[in-house]
């Protein structure tokens, strides 16, 4: 490169996440989203999952110092600006993406607390979550749960409607962190797809109209890369959230446009 990082426009985005074969969701979602919103993409490989639309066939963890070889080849070289945390699958590679996070300190780090498919598959081992919570979460500028997995965070039922949601705010508000988004995408009852924007005050409410197809795999992913990405050009926090949300509501739009695979398909970037 003739330039450095620090001159370019361009901030970089690191994503730490897991790679979908198919395409739709993980590292590749995360190097799509973050290309389209205007960041530089680099990755860091936790696991390979084989996986298409119909779901997760097999999944192969990076041995852990492959994982740490990979962070530290990126954060010695690269002026990371923000970071996106998807699949983390276990423990040890929480607990090792966790201390280098402290070591190397990026500006912004927005965790995905990555837990289960949409195709049911389980990607975080159960007896992880805990580990998730008092070493991963209270790092991160924003943590994106949707209903399944903020319910896991808090020992709490799936809520199915609105006020179900809400009441999970002050559960919510027991674990550490410093915002949280609380995605209302799983709720069956509403025309809109709303989510709870939970800050240290108050809670803003984000709106969107429902879309309704089955292509919605890799929503998640793109989501949390995208903000990221967003937060890494300079926008506040609800505005790089408003940003993202918009985002994902055009590549869920138009979803439909793209023919890949018998299952939940991609969303389109
Ligand atoms: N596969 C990988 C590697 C992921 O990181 C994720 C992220 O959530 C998924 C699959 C699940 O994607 P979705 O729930 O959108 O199908």
Do not use: W
């Amino acid at each position: 490169a003739t330039s450095t990082a620090q001159n370019s426009s361009t901030p970089i985005v690191l994503t730490i996440a897991g790679s979908d074969s198919g395409g739709g969701a993980g590292i590749q979602a995360d190097i799509k989203a973050i290309s389209a919103t205007g960041g530089y993409a680099c990755s860091v490989i936790t696991v390979i999952t084989a996986q298409n639309t119909l779901g997760v066939s097999a999944i192969f963890p990076i041995p852990l110092e492959h994982i740490e070889k990979q962070l530290d080849a990126v954060f010695s070289d690269l002026n990371v600006v923000a970071v996106k945390v998807g699949m983390l699958a276990d423990c040890d590679i929480i607990k090792l993406v966790a201390a280098k996070i402290r070591q190397y300190r990026p500006a912004f780090l927005v965790v995905d607390p990555v837990m289960i498919a949409t195709s049911g598959d389980l990607l975080l081992k159960a007896y992880s979550i805990s580990t998730l919570k008092s070493e991963l979460l209270p790092l991160a500028d924003l943590i994106t749960p949707n209903l399944p997995e903020a319910a896991e965070l808090i020992s709490s039922d799936v809520p199915t409607n609105k006020e179900g949601m809400e009441k999970m705010i002050g559960k919510l508000r027991k674990l550490k962190f410093n915002a949280l988004l609380l995605k209302g995408g799983h709720l069956i009852d509403d025309e809109n797809s709303n989510d709870l924007l939970i800050l240290p005050n108050h809670v803003e409410q984000l709106n969107a109209i429902r879309i309704n197809t089955l292509n919605t795999h890799g929503t998640g992913c793109t989501l949390s890369s995208a903000i990221a990405s967003y937060l890494a050009q300079g926008n506040d926090l609800l505005r790089a959230v408003q940003l993202g949300k918009d985002y994902i509501s055009q590549a869920i739009a138009h979803a439909d446009e793209l023919d890949v695979g018998q299952g939940h398909g991609p969303v389109n970037h």
